[in-house]
């Protein structure tokens, strides 16, 4: 099936630094979406893309979705400690199966003070 | 409040002993689907709903039941749960048109952990 390959698998970082993620896959995607589990919790939507090539931003985070329609970046800047935490990336295809949503591995992120 | 309603939050059972997760969601949606987490695999899909009386199997299906008999809930059904079952489960909605999740954003309960003895 489908498989979303989504780098780095986790990063340890120092407040204040930038943030950059991705997600890639073989087959194209129609949507493009961001999210983010807290420690304990559910992951919540933080960002979705519908168009190649749009770059959306919601506060400090920035995402793209690829020219290509196979791939999408995240960013966060000027991180601060609540931004730890696990980020998910997931495809939507209307043709495809599961649902038409699928997740990557996730990336965990850690800010050290 | 809009939610997504897990429970139990933590299980520890033993293996063999028939076990159900429930989920309900109060937003009218459509779309339902289970996942569980493990560490370095991500979410995985076991089911998923599009509606009423319609459901599907996702990538892991095995050892695991649904039903939706109603649209509000869905819950996980563990006939005779094994260790490998041993996992942190999510229920999730959405909105959905026809055979197509819309615009892709799910709400996500709080999770189950569940652990198989």
């Known amino acids: 099936g489908q498989q979303l390959n989504q780098s780095p698998q986790s990063m340890f970082i120092q407040e204040g630094e930038d943030v950059s993620m991705n997600c890639t896959s073989s087959s194209i995607f129609n949507t493009w979406l961001w999210y983010k589990q807290d420690p304990g919790e559910g992951p919540v939507l933080l960002i979705a893309?519908?168009?190649?090539?749009e770059l959306t931003s919601n506060g400090r985070l920035t995402a793209q979705f690829g020219i290509t329609r196979k791939d999408s970046f995240l960013n966060i800047s000027a991180s601060i400690p609540s931004d730890v935490g696990i980020y998910f990336c997931?495809?939507?295809?209307?043709?495809?199966?599961?649902?038409?949503?699928?997740f990557g591995k996730g990336t965990k992120l850690s800010v050290k003070p | 409040e809009a939610q997504v309603t897990q429970n139990p939050r933590y299980l520890i059972t033993v293996t063999g002993k028939k076990l159900t997760v429930t989920c309900s969601q109060n937003?009218?949606?459509?779309?339902m689907s289970w996942y569980r987490q493990d560490p370095g695999l991500g979410l995985r899909q076991i089911y998923y709903s599009m509606n009423v009386e319609v459901t599907d199997k996702g990538d892991v299906p095995e050892g695991y039941k649904v039903s939706r008999k109603e649209k509000r809930n869905f819950p996980l059904i563990l006939e005779s749960p094994s260790p490998n079952q041993t996992s942190l489960y999510f229920c999730?909605?959405?909105?959905?048109?026809?055979?197509?999740?819309?615009?892709?954003?799910?709400?996500f309960g709080e999770g189950s952990r569940l652990t198989v003895l």
């Open positions: 937003m009218n949606h459509e779309y």
């Open positions: 997931a495809g939507q295809n209307y043709g495809g199966s599961q649902g038409n949503l699928i």
């Open positions: 999730a909605s959405g909105r959905s048109s026809g055979r197509a999740l819309r615009t892709g954003e799910l709400f």
């Open positions: 893309l519908y168009k190649a090539g």
